[in-house]
């Protein structure tokens, strides 16, 4: 029954140390959202995908990337892991990024950097 | 910026009480999205209700109900006799009708439920 799936869901990475998080979706949506989220704090969008148009957030660094290889799979690189990037991180899936559209949620992947 | 005020950071109440999460929001466009979303400590946002602009019906799903007053910008959200497993942080969003970033989730900071027993 999941519809959007995060892999893993706990990731622990050194400082510096490049790391992918993973996040796949069973739903079929054109458009895939990476999000940031500290605690206690809304998330916050880092970038989208319409298909495989990217769309990044003007405050987004450079240290984040992301790919995404085909409609059901989108990946989240952290080139250099800061102390900074310690957070969860929620992908979301959403059939459209205008409109009403509802977006879905994965259950995150709570990274640590050590 | 356009935002969404959530101006509750906690509340705690004891089981079967019923409680009221409130969500001020601001927006230039005539056409726009609102949602409520429960995030319990497992990490997931869970889906719960989405208003159009031009719907001022009041929802009700069992214990859940909405109360959309555009005259007020306010959509917020009551829950009838809370139980322990309404415990979870609760967020108001919104969200433009077009493309770009107007078409993004505007999240309010959220609101912590506790439910005691």
């Known amino acids: 029954d999941a519809m959007v799936i995060q892999n893993p869901r706990y990731q622990v990475t050194q400082f510096g140390k490049p790391v992918t998080l993973s996040c796949s979706q069973t739903?079929?949506?054109?458009?895939m959202y990476w999000y940031q989220q500290k605690s206690s704090q809304a998330p916050k969008l880092l970038f989208h995908?319409?298909?495989?148009?990217?769309?990044n957030e003007a405050d987004t660094p450079d240290n984040f990337q992301s790919r995404r290889p085909n409609t059901s799979f989108c990946f989240l690189d952290i080139r250099s892991p800061g102390l900074g990037d310690a957070a969860m991180y929620l992908c979301?899936?959403?059939?459209?990024?205008?409109?009403?559209?509802?977006?879905?949620f994965g259950p995150g992947t709570r990274l640590t950097v050590t | 910026a356009q935002k969404v005020t959530q101006a509750q950071t906690e509340i705690s109440v004891v089981e079967k009480e019923d409680v009221t999460l409130d969500c001020v929001y601001e927006?230039?466009?005539?056409?726009?999205?609102l949602f409520w979303y429960k995030q319990p400590p497992s990490g997931e946002l869970v889906f719960l209700i989405r208003?159009?602009?031009?719907?001022?019906q009041n929802e009700i799903s069992g214990r859940y109900s909405w109360n959309f007053q555009k005259s007020t910008s306010s959509f917020n959200f009551t829950i009838t006799a809370s139980q322990v497993v309404d415990s979870a942080v609760y967020f108001c969003?919104?969200?433009?009708?077009?493309?770009?970033?107007?078409?993004?989730?505007?999240f309010g900071k959220g609101t912590k439920l506790s439910v005691k027993p």
């Open positions: 979301a899936t959403s059939r459209d990024s205008q409109g009403g559209y509802e977006q879905y």
């Open positions: 739903l079929n949506h054109n458009v």
């Open positions: 995908y319409y298909d495989k148009d990217f769309n």
């Open positions: 927006t230039r466009d005539t056409t726009y999205y």
């Open positions: 208003r159009n602009s031009f719907d001022e």
């Open positions: 969003a919104r969200r433009g009708s077009y493309g770009g970033s107007q078409g993004n989730l505007i």
